[in-house]
């Protein structure tokens, strides 16, 4: 089968840089993205990572190390509206992506 | 606008009742997926679709059924097999040229009455 983990909650102050880390165990592996979904709205794409290192769109980066079936979600200049739910998905080839339980996000003045 | 439309976006289902959640799509896209979730929670597949007239069960399938006559429509049935109905429904699709993005629509939360 296939598992994604990813802390639960996280915590930190606006302006401040923090660090979401996803790790997968699949059957295959294609690519990890990254979705970030307020409270009661829908999730919107972040992200996504075919091949080992980092890729930047503006305040967000994330990398990849498929060596170590692990990456990571950096937020950085964290703002008040960053507060929301950020989940890594796994594509593993069957054309359906496998989504992790998603990781709180809450940033504090 | 392009996008994925969702309804309703409140719905209620009595015991033993089959209801049904409708997904549009004008993003011409070939691929559609039903996700479910429950609070806190991730999203699980339910169904997904590759094409016209064709679908595939996803993690969580049993009690729910979906058709695919369109392009554009992708219908989830939640059955009254399934007893635990209570989540948030999350219809998506995607382009057939790549696998990395999905468009997600504004979803459907289900409650039992």
């Known amino acids: 089968g296939q598992s994604l983990e990813q802390p639960s909650e996280v915590t930190a102050v606006e302006g401040a840089i923090v660090q979401i880390n996803c790790t997968y165990q699949?059957?295959?592996?294609?690519?990890l993205s990254w979705y970030q979904q307020h409270d009661g709205g829908a999730p919107t794409f972040l992200s996504y990572?075919?091949?080992?290192g980092l890729e930047e769109t503006g305040r967000f980066s994330s990398f990849l190390s498929r060596s170590d079936s692990y990456g990571y979600l950096l937020l950085q200049e964290l703002q008040m509206k960053d507060s929301a739910s950020y989940f890594c998905a796994v594509d593993t080839g069957r054309r359906a992506l496998t989504f992790g339980s998603g990781t709180r996000l809450q940033v504090q003045p | 606008d392009g996008g994925i439309t969702q309804s309703p976006k409140y719905l209620f289902r009595k015991e033993g009742q089959n209801v049904t959640l409708s997904c549009e799509q004008n993003l011409n896209h070939d691929a559609m997926y039903w996700y479910r979730q429950d609070p806190g929670q991730g999203l699980r597949l339910i169904y997904y679709s590759q094409i016209v007239n064709d679908f595939q069960k996803g993690d969580i399938a049993e009690g729910y059924s979906v058709s695919r006559e369109k392009k554009e429509s992708f219908p989830l049935t939640v059955t009254s097999a399934q007893k635990n109905p209570t989540a948030f429904y999350l219809c998506a699709s995607r382009s057939g040229a790549t696998n990395e993005k999905l468009f997600f629509g504004s979803g459907t939360q289900l409650s039992v009455l």
């Open positions: 990572n075919a091949l080992d």
């Open positions: 699949t059957s295959g592996f294609y690519g």
